[in-house]
Nanobody, 124 residues
């Protein structure tokens, strides 16, 4: 099992920035791909982006490309999501996820482990 714990959510004004963290523990050797998802009220959970733990490959949803950056610290077993130029439509619960496969995942079903989420609210 891989345990994931997100932190860093909060309330930010539109145009601002926020950085989320996700600490992985347990059987981290099973976390070969890491991802960030988000779920707004009344909507399905959607991919924000994903990255190989090696950093060799990454994927971003069109809606966040150029504004959000995923990075990781392999020594600290920590995944980050740096969010800039935030918009009210970025408001959602943000989830960290891990995948055992070495292939980048882009949908909820691709990922095996999930954190409990952190709320991000962007005010206009």
């Amino acid at each position: 099992q891989v345990q994931l714990q997100e932190s860093g959510g909060g309330l930010v004004q539109a145009g601002g920035s926020l950085k989320l963290s996700c600490v992985a523990s347990g059987q981290t050797y099973n976390a070969n791909v890491m991802g960030w998802f988000r779920q707004a009220p009344g909507k399905e959970r959607e991919i924000v982006g994903s990255i190989l733990w090696s950093g060799a490959q990454s994927y971003y949803a069109d809606s966040v490309e150029g504004r959000f950056t995923i990075s990781r610290d392999n020594i600290k077993n920590t995944l980050y999501l740096e969010m800039n130029s935030l918009k009210p439509e970025d408001t959602a619960v943000y989830y960290c996820a891990a995948r055992k496969s070495y292939a980048l995942g882009t949908v909820v079903g691709d990922f095996d482990y999930w954190g409990q989420g952190t709320q991000v609210t962007i005010s206009s």
